[in-house]
């Protein structure tokens, strides 16, 4: 299990993914690619998507390479609206899913929910702390990015806006102060982008496009990685993260030029590195998430995914 309560500040990676390259292997039908309130996530060997946020009962469904579907549907006690803003799956094919739910009277409410089955979902209130993005680690635990709030508005007290739970909501640590961080909105407007791999953790902080976002890693010993974000021209914007075995690579992609480039982590210059995309014909607009030594990103039309393998 990670501990965060030993967790260093370095600007070191621990893996080597200079002149780093995505092989082409392989595509497949998965119709759940096609987005519909938000992009699907590849976790954990599922795409996985959320309908009908922001209503009573959203429901969450994932689906395999064997084409394999399971849905279900959150429901939680006195919740007139839930919204989803983070969603993620199991190795063990339990959802987690975090964002914020809403009384008749208006009352808010933060939480972390876990879904096994058709089992009713175990909830993780975090009042007065709102989770909006969520990963889970290969061990199982949930980590979770966001804001502390009162009254709607921030606290101006400093504490940690990355925090570390159990499968039961006992917080096993936390890290990053909100005063290391420039700006709220690059944590609580939803722009972040988390995802996990086997012994690490993965946060771009965000905004999407401009300036003022960090990547930040949690690796197998502890050690937090803090790296500026991406260099991005005007008109680009990051549209996905993966982490892979060896690997941490976002896309970019340039709504004015038309272009799409994949950019990994190259420890010996610490940045953002062009990683080069081989056996395959066209390009990458945006990656779902990396699975084991594999990326998966969008195919020719909505009900297909391509896999590339992770080279350095």
């Given at each position: 299990?990670?501990?965060?309560?030993?967790?260093?500040?370095?600007?070191?990676?621990a893996v080597?993914?200079?002149?780093?390259?995505?092989?082409?292997?392989?595509?497949?039908?998965?119709?759940?690619?096609a987005?519909?309130?938000?992009?699907?996530?590849?976790?954990?060997?599922?795409?996985?998507?959320?309908?009908?946020?922001?209503?009573?009962?959203?429901?969450?469904?994932?689906?395999?390479?064997?084409?394999?579907?399971?849905?279900?549907?959150?429901?939680?006690?006195?919740a007139?609206?839930?919204?989803?803003?983070?969603?993620?799956?199991?190795?063990?094919?339990?959802?987690a899913?975090?964002?914020?739910?809403?009384?008749?009277s208006?009352?808010?409410?933060?939480?972390i929910a876990?879904?096994?089955?058709?089992?009713?979902?175990?909830?993780?209130?975090?009042?007065?702390?709102?989770?909006?993005?969520i990963?889970m680690?290969?061990?199982?635990?949930?980590w979770?990015?966001n804001?502390?709030?009162?009254?709607?508005?921030?606290?101006?007290?400093?504490?940690?806006?990355?925090?570390?739970?159990?499968?039961?909501?006992t917080?096993?640590?936390?890290?990053?102060?909100?005063?290391?961080?420039?700006?709220?909105?690059?944590?609580s407007?939803?722009?972040?982008?988390?995802?996990?791999?086997?012994?690490?953790?993965?946060?771009y902080?965000?905004?999407?496009?401009?300036?003022?976002?960090?990547?930040?890693?949690?690796?197998?010993?502890?050690?937090?990685?803090?790296?500026?974000?991406?260099?991005?021209?005007?008109y680009?914007?990051?549209?996905?993260?993966?982490l892979?075995?060896?690997?941490?690579?976002?896309?970019?992609?340039?709504?004015?030029?038309?272009?799409?480039r994949?950019?990994?982590?190259?420890p010996?210059t610490r940045?953002?590195?062009?990683?080069?995309v081989?056996?395959?014909?066209?390009?990458?607009?945006?990656?779902?998430?990396?699975?084991?030594?594999?990326v998966?990103?969008?195919g020719?039309?909505?009900?297909?995914?391509?896999?590339?393998?992770?080279?350095?």
């Amino acid at each position: 299990m990670l501990k965060v309560g030993r967790l260093l500040l370095s600007c070191e990676l621990a893996v080597v993914c200079s002149a780093a390259s995505l092989r082409f292997e392989k595509d497949a039908v998965i119709p759940m690619a096609a987005p519909t309130e938000e992009l699907p996530v590849w976790s954990w060997g599922s795409m996985v998507r959320v309908q009908r946020s922001n209503t009573a009962a959203p429901v969450v469904s994932a689906l395999d390479e064997s084409g394999s579907l399971t849905s279900v549907t959150l429901k939680l006690p006195d919740a007139y609206r839930i919204v989803v803003s983070g969603l993620t799956r199991g190795r063990d094919g339990v959802f987690a899913l975090s964002g914020w739910s809403a009384d008749d009277s208006g009352r808010l409410a933060g939480f972390i929910a876990l879904i096994a089955g058709q089992d009713p979902p175990r909830v993780i209130r975090t009042n007065p702390y709102f989770p909006q993005n969520i990963a889970m680690a290969d061990d199982g635990s949930l980590w979770t990015v966001n804001v502390v709030t009162t009254d709607g508005r921030e606290v101006k007290t400093d504490y940690n806006v990355l925090r570390h739970y159990d499968r039961t909501g006992t917080l096993l640590g936390s890290a990053i102060p909100r005063s290391s961080i420039s700006e709220g909105r690059y944590i609580s407007d939803g722009t972040g982008r988390m995802a996990a791999c086997l012994g690490r953790i993965g946060w771009y902080t965000g905004p999407h496009s401009g300036s003022g976002s960090e990547y930040i890693e949690v690796q197998p010993d502890g050690t937090i990685l803090r790296l500026p974000g991406v260099t991005l021209s005007k008109y680009e914007s990051i549209t996905g993260l993966a982490l892979t075995n060896s690997l941490s690579l976002v896309s970019v992609q340039d709504t004015q030029a038309h272009k799409r480039r994949i950019v990994a982590v190259d420890p010996l210059t610490r940045r953002w590195e062009p990683v080069s995309v081989e056996n395959f014909g066209g390009s990458i607009p945006w990656i779902y998430g990396g699975d084991g030594d594999r990326v998966v990103a969008p195919g020719n039309d909505l009900n297909t995914v391509n896999f590339f393998r992770a080279l350095k």
